[in-house]
C-alpha cells in the first residue's frame, strides 16, 4: 500500500475529475478551503443535462457538514431532473478583483470557486427536511430562522429539498497581483488590481411592518463570513 | 400562417427550451432585457457534458451584437470539450438583493439571471481573434484595450477562443419587495429588503509601476453598466 503523499488529498475529495490539468498551483482539494469557498457564497449555479441539453441554474443552498443542500419547487425543471438521481455538478464562485497588466495576455480575475460532483438525493423526512430548510436559511441569513415564522406542514409539503454529498470536489484559486513579461515591465502602461466584493446595502423595510419593529442586529451588521 | 402575439418573443429567442415553466411572469425573452443583463455581469457560468458528467464553470465572456466570445487556454477542459462543437450553457446572474419575509417560505432573493442554450464554434481567423479578445476586455473594463499591450501573433496562437450565436435565450427576473400570506401580516417580525451589489474597492497599484503614472480615468471610476 502507498501512502498518499498529496498534502492538499488529505480528504480524499481529489478525483482524476476533479484535478486541475492546467494551472495545478492554483487547485486545492484541502477542505477548509473547500469549506470556506462554500460558506461565503450566496449562490451557486448547478450543471444537469436533460434531453441532451445542459443547463447551468443559478440557486441558493446551504452547508451541514459534508452535505449540501438545495431547494425549490416541485414544478422545477432544475429539481425535478435532479430528483431523478442525474449526474449534477454544483459551482460556488467568488468575484475577488480584476488583475490589469501592461499586456492583454496577462489580463486575469482575482477569484475562488468550488466545484462539487455528483448525484443529490431527495430529502423525504419531515424532520430533515425542515433542518435542511433551516440550513439553508441560516447560510444565507445567520439568525434569520429563529425570527421567521418556520414553516408548516402545508409549506413543507410544497418545497421539494435535495440533498449532495461533499465526497468529490476541488477549490481553484486565483490570488495575487499582476504578473507581466520580463520585456513589458518598463512599458508606459497603468498596472494593478481593482478589488471586487459584495456590497450589502442599507436595509428596506416593507411599508407594513409596525413602527416599533426594529432592524435585527443580524440584518442591520450584515456580511459573508 | 399564425402572427405571433407574444411581446415578448420579438426577437425569436423564446422556444420550447428557454421558456419558463414556473412563475412565467418573472421570464422574458426580450432582448434589451437579455443585452443589458449580459452587459453587466462580469462572468458567466458555463454548463457542458464530457464522459457522462455535467461541469459548471466560470470564465469571462464579452459580447459583440448577437454573438458572445469567450477565450482561454487551448488545453482547457471547457474550451477543448466545448470547440468540439457540443450542446453548451453560457449563464449570467446578478444578485441584486435579499428578500426577508415574515414566514420563511417567502423568502426570497432579487436577482437577474439570463441562459443562453447552443453551441460554440472555435475562431480561427487572426483578424475575429483579435476583435474577440478587445470585446472581452472591454467588457470587463471598457478602455483598456486600448491602453494595455495588445497579444502578438505568439500570444494569440496561444488562445483558443470560441464564439456561441445567443439564438436562444431567456432573462428570468425577480425585482420587487417582501410578499407574505396575508394572515402573518401582522406576525412581530422584521421584514423587508436588503441590497446586494458589487462593490468596486480602491486601485491598487503594482508596486514596478512608475511613479508618474497615474490611474488611468476608466480604472478610478470603475463601475459596471
Not at 425570527?147 to 481553484?172: F, G, M
Not at 446595502?201 to 432592524?215: K, M, S
Request: hydrophobic share 40%.
Amino acid at each position: 500500500m502507498t501512502r498518499n503523499t498529496d498534502a492538499h488529498d488529505s480528504d480524499g475529495l481529489k478525483t482524476p475529475r476533479t484535478t486541475l490539468r492546467r494551472k495545478p498551483d492554483r487547485g486545492s482539494h484541502d477542505w477548509e478551503t473547500i469549506a470556506a469557498i462554500l460558506d461565503e457564497g450566496l449562490i451557486c449555479h448547478i450543471a444537469f443535462e436533460t434531453d441532451g441539453q445542459p443547463y447551468a441554474i443559478p440557486t441558493n443552498y446551504g452547508r451541514d457538514g459534508r452535505t449540501l443542500y438545495i431547494h425549490g419547487s416541485p414544478a422545477s425543471r432544475l429539481l425535478q431532473s435532479l430528483a431523478e438521481g442525474i449526474p449534477m455538478c454544483l459551482t460556488v464562485t467568488l468575484l475577488d478583483g480584476i488583475i490589469l497588466a501592461r499586456s492583454v495576455f496577462h489580463h486575469s480575475m482575482n477569484y475562488r470557486s468550488v466545484v462539487v460532483l455528483g448525484t443529490a438525493r431527495r430529502v423525504d423526512a419531515e424532520e430533515e427536511k425542515l433542518q435542511a430548510l433551516e440550513v439553508i436559511v441560516d447560510h444565507i441569513v445567520p439568525g434569520r430562522w429563529g425570527d421567521a415564522r418556520i414553516p408548516n406542514e402545508r409549506e413543507l409539503k410544497a418545497v421539494l429539498v435535495l440533498r449532495l454529498e461533499i465526497d468529490e470536489a476541488s477549490a481553484k484559486l486565483r490570488p495575487g497581483g499582476v504578473v507581466d513579461e520580463p520585456e513589458d515591465m518598463d512599458l508606459p502602461v497603468w498596472a494593478g488590481r481593482l478589488p471586487l466584493s459584495l456590497a450589502v446595502g442599507e436595509p428596506e423595510v416593507d411599508p407594513e411592518v409596525a413602527l416599533e419593529q426594529v432592524v435585527p442586529a443580524y440584518i442591520r451588521d450584515y456580511k459573508r463570513p
